[in-house]
């Protein structure tokens, strides 16, 4: 089992910056890879980034690549997604998830159904 416990939301205005912290725990030396999705009321959870726990292999949506980054820190089992010149159509729930089983096609973690384990969300929002 894995547990994880996203934290760093909250309010800001447009072009602001937040960053988000996911910290896990339980089994977390077989995590293969860890992801964060959003989710806006209304729409559907959405692929934001997602990167590899070995060698920090990243990739990212077209929406926020060059604006977001998605990085980890062994030692404390944390993933951080720092979020710059947020827009307003950042705002939602965002989510980090777990991958622990190894996947040979890196570029399908864009896919929520491939994790394993989820966090409870924080949300974000962008007012202009």
């Known amino acids: 089992q894995v547990q994880l416990v996203e934290s760093g939301g909250g309010s800001v205005q447009a072009g602001g910056s937040l960053r988000l912290s996911c910290a896990a725990s339980g089994r977390t030396f077989s995590n293969y890879a860890m992801g964060w999705f959003r989710q806006a009321p209304g729409k559907e959870r959405e692929f934001v980034a997602a990167?590899?726990?070995?060698?920090?292999?990243?990739v990212y949506a077209d929406s926020v690549k060059g604006r977001f980054t998605v990085s980890r820190d062994n030692a404390k089992n944390t993933v951080y997604l720092q979020m710059a010149t947020l827009k307003p159509e950042d705002t939602a729930v965002y989510y980090c998830?777990?991958?622990?089983?190894?996947?040979?096609?890196?570029?399908?973690?864009?896919?929520?159904?491939?994790?394993?384990?989820w966090g409870q969300g924080t949300q974000v929002s962008v007012s202009s």
């Open positions: 998830a777990a991958r622990v089983r190894f996947i040979s096609n890196w570029a399908t973690l864009t896919d929520a159904s491939l994790y394993d384990y």
């Open positions: 990167i590899r726990w070995s060698d920090s292999s990243t």
